[in-house]
Every structure is written in structure tokens, then in C-alpha cells.
């Protein structure tokens, strides 16, 4: 019987028993490393193009687009059950060549192509997108670029854009040398948020790129801005994490922070191992240059453990018949008992990797499931649920049907639906539309009983 406390041993497990990711930035060109690919495969559970999804790496020439490197990454991380933030849209750096030959409203239209050509080649795909990034001054005043001097509305046309491109992706606003309350560009940036939410300028998030130098440092009040972003109504992130030299103080610290302000979901460090980042002198990583697991691992690690699984059992574990309470054979909604809501495929995408989540119940065909008698969950007829991995808060997701183990259920007569594989069952935490379905050990409480019907 597994221990139902035991503590989670990934970065992204750990920060799935508070419904978080803990994610990496990823370059194509590093994937075929398999120390490389090996470690961030499994550690992490959610993927940002450090690269290859920028103005210069899609959109090479005036509406000609290329999408072969951001989809390499977006299709290695959905293979194993990750989720992907789009990084980035309209930003002073890494622009293609040709945005330097135009000014005015013809490179304002040429950013609204592009958000539209990108938005709607990753449409209902990706979780988050960075639609501007960097757009600010040290001293809270906008930065004079060139998308700047196209007019001072650019940044909320570039997010009213985005939202008609695909209203079903979060859009963040994202920087560096945010972090200090009291700093004047985190003044800045939050009047701005605060200003398009008062006019209702689609914003979803902020993401702090918490890029820490010897000169910036963890700031004591970094949970205050945090919360006080958050407290505008958008959710926020860190999303580019590297410390100089690893600090494992500063490591924890901005861990503990972002777990102590619930509508912070998530934190990215910008690449996997010291050799991997753009600044690897300062070796900044959670892996050295080998591979190895550095003592800064290990501290936000223990930080997002000691926050504890969201379902943790209260009397023990409910016992569970692994007989089926549901004969195979008919398609059927899975309804949990806890939210009422039906397990869902997003956008009836089709795309292996896709996580399934909690919706409102419609009898819609990527709401249908079919128990067969080899014990899978079949959607689409040729599609199945599986679990991305085995241990607590893996994803599950649809993939094409391949007969192994962690693509077979038992619905047992407590409600609960447990994996073959790992032993583990469906949990969902959290009731809303949207939430994710993960596998946890199995406590028989109601955000893990579902109801074949
Ligand atoms: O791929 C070419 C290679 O063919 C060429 O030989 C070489 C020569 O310099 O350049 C290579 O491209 C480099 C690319 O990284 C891939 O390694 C670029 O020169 C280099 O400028 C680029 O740097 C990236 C930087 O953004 C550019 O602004 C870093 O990898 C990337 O980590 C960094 O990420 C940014 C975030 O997007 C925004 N926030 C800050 C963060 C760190 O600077």
C-alpha cells in the first residue's frame, strides 16, 4: 500500500499536489540529448520554448511563418503529458529582421498578423502566452522601442488581439525586474494592469521572470507583489527562474513565496542544467553541468512538499474493490462526484498528450467514454485515457490506443476509477471548469469518485 503522504520525488509531482506546475524552459536543438531530454522529461510538467516560438524564429519573412522548431518542443512536451507556454509575441528583442525596416501603422499591423498567424497555428493548445514581453523602463516609464513609437495603445491592441486569436489561452504580460514591490518598473507594470482591468483590456497573468543576479536579489516583499498583482484579478507565475550560483535560500524563498499566494500557478526556471543557460558562468540551475541534482534541487523540492497533497486521506485509505461496478460496451459520461461536472477532452482536440479536464456536462462526443473489456476508457472510438506517468499527480491525457498498462482502469465499487499501471486513481483538485484530472493515491473522497452514467 503506498503511503499516501509520502512525499512527491519530481519537481513537477511536488507541485501538483497544490495544483501548480513546475516547468523549464526547453531549446529544440538541445532535445536530442538524452541527458538533457532525460531529466526534463521527467521533472517537469510544464515546457516554454526558450527560443524557437519568438517574432525571429516564426515569422522569418512577411507572412511566411515556420513553425518547425516550436512544434518540435510543443509535440515532445504533449507526448509526455506536458503542458506548453507560448513565449513570445511582441517584444523589443528578437524581432525578425524585416520589423526593422518598417515603423508606424505598418509595423503595427505586421504585430497583429503576426499575433493572429502564430495565435492560430498554436490555437487551443497552449496554457499560457506571453503576449508582451519586456515593454517597461527601470523607472516604470514604457521602454522605447519600436512597437512603443507605433502608438502607446500597442500593448492593449497586442492583447485584444491575442484574445479574438484564441479566447480559450491565458494571456500574461511578462518581465524582468519585477519582483521588488518597491521598485519603480513593478510600479509601472502594475498601474498598467491595473488600468486594463479597469477598462476591460483582456489580461489573464503576469509572469515575473525572477531572473536573479548578484545586483537583484530575492527581495524580502517579493510575496507582497505577488499578491498584490494577483489581487488585481489575474493570476501570476515566475516564469524564467535562474539565481546566481544556485542560492539555495533564494531558491526556497521564492518558492515559499509563490506557494503562499494561491493565485500563483506555477514556476519555469529558464533551462535544465548550469550548461544549458544563457548565463552558464553563473551557473544559476537546479542540475550541474552533468546532470546531477544540486543542492538548490533539493530545497525547492522540500518547499513544495512541505505544502502538502491537496487530497490528502483524513481516516486512512477507503478500500476498493477492483471489481467493475460499470459493464463495458456503451459510451458514457464520466461525472465527478464531487463538482458534478464531466471529465472532458479540451476543444475535442484529437492531439495525443491532450489533458483532460473537468466541464460542464453537454453529452458532446469528447465527453463520451467507452469501457471496454480490456479495461480501457476509449474516446473517438480509437483514442484512449492514459496516464502520463505512475506517480502522484501525473497527468492524464488521451492518446492513441496501445494496449499497456497505463492506458487500463478498474472502476471500482467505492467510485473511484484507479489506473493498472500505477495503482493510482483519478483526482481532480478543484471543482471549476477547466481543472485537470491527475492521478493520486487512492483515498475515496469525493474529488476522486466519478461516475460512469
Ligand atoms: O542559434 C544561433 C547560432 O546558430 C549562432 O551561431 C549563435 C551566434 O551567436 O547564435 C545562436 O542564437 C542565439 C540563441 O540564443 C540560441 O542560443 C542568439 O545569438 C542569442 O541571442 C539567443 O539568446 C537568447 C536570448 O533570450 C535572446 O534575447 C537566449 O537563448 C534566451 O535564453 C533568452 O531568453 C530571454 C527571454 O526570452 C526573455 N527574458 C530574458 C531571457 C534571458 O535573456
Not at 532535445?31 to 532525460?38: E, M, Q, R, V
Amino acid at each position: 500500500m503506498p503511503d499516501a503522504n509520502a512525499a512527491a520525488s519530481t519537481l513537477g509531482a511536488a507541485a501538483a499536489q497544490s495544483g501548480r506546475y513546475f516547468g523549464t524552459a526547453i531549446a529544440a536543438n538541445r532535445l536530442g540529448d538524452s541527458t538533457y531530454s532525460t531529466i526534463a522529461g521527467r521533472e517537469f510538467n510544464m515546457i516554454t520554448a526558450e527560443n524557437e516560438m519568438k517574432p525571429d524564429a516564426t515569422e522569418p519573412q512577411r507572412g511566411q511563418f515556420n513553425f518547425s522548431s516550436g512544434d518540435q518542443i510543443y509535440n515532445w512536451a504533449t507526448q509526455r503529458g506536458m503542458k506548453v507556454r507560448g513565449h513570445t509575441l511582441a517584444w523589443h528583442a528578437q524581432q525578425p529582421s524585416w520589423w526593422g525596416g518598417i515603423s508606424g501603422s505598418t509595423l503595427r499591423q505586421a504585430m497583429i498578423d503576426h499575433i493572429n498567424g502564430v495565435m492560430g497555428h498554436y490555437k487551443g493548445k497552449l496554457a499560457y502566452w506571453d503576449v508582451v514581453n519586456e515593454a517597461f523602463n527601470e523607472d516604470g516609464s514604457r521602454r522605447n522601442s519600436n512597437l512603443q513609437q507605433t502608438g502607446n495603445d500597442w500593448i492593449e491592441v497586442a492583447f485584444r488581439t491575442a484574445r479574438n486569436a484564441d479566447p480559450s489561452v491565458k494571456l500574461c504580460y511578462n518581465d524582468y525586474n519585477i519582483e521588488n514591490w518597491s521598485y519603480g518598473k513593478t510600479q509601472g507594470v502594475y498601474r498598467m494592469i491595473q488600468d486594463f482591468k479597469s477598462r476591460g483590456v483582456p489580461i489573464d497573468c503576469v509572469g515575473l521572470q525572477t531572473h536573479f543576479t548578484g545586483g537583484s536579489s530575492l527581495p524580502s516583499n517579493f510575496q507582497t507583489t505577488l499578491s498584490s498583482f494577483a489581487a488585481l484579478g489575474v493570476d501570476v507565475a515566475l516564469t524564467e527562474v535562474d539565481v546566481t550560483n544556485s542560492s539555495t535560500t533564494q531558491y526556497a524563498g521564492l518558492t515559499q513565496a509563490c506557494m503562499n499566494v494561491p493565485r500563483c500557478v506555477g514556476i519555469t526556471v529558464w533551462g535544465v542544467r548550469d550548461s544549458d543557460s544563457w548565463r552558464s558562468s553563473e551557473n544559476p540551475l537546479l542540475f550541474d553541468g552533468g546532470g546531477n541534482k544540486k543542492a538548490a534541487y533539493n530545497s525547492v523540492l522540500n518547499v513544495l512538499n512541505s505544502v502538502g497533497p491537496t487530497s490528502s486521506p483524513t481516516g486512512g485509505t477507503t478500500s476498493a474493490s477492483a471489481t467493475p461496478s460499470t459493464q463495458p460496451g456503451t459510451a458514457k459520461r464520466i461525472v465527478g462526484a464531487q463538482s458534478g461536472r464531466c471529465v472532458d477532452v479540451p476543444n475535442s482536440s484529437r492531439t495525443n498528450g491532450t489533458r483532460v479536464q473537468l466541464y460542464d456536462c453537454h453529452g458532446q462526443i469528447n465527453q463520451q467514454w467507452t469501457l471496454t473489456s480490456s479495461r480501457q476508457l476509449t474516446v473517438y472510438g480509437s483514442m484512449c485515457l492514459d496516464a502520463a506517468g505512475s506517480g502522484n499527480g501525473s497527468a492524464v491525457q488521451i492518446y492513441s490506443c496501445n494496449g499497456q498498462a497505463n492506458q487500463q482502469w478498474n472502476v471500482n465499487s467505492n467510485g473511484t476509477i484507479s489506473g493498472v499501471q500505477s495503482g493510482r486513481c483519478l483526482d481532480v483538485w478543484g471543482t471549476n471548469n477547466g481543472q485537470q484530472i491527475q492521478i493520486y493515491d487512492c483515498n475515496g473522497q469525493a474529488n476522486q469518485r466519478f461516475s460512469l452514467s
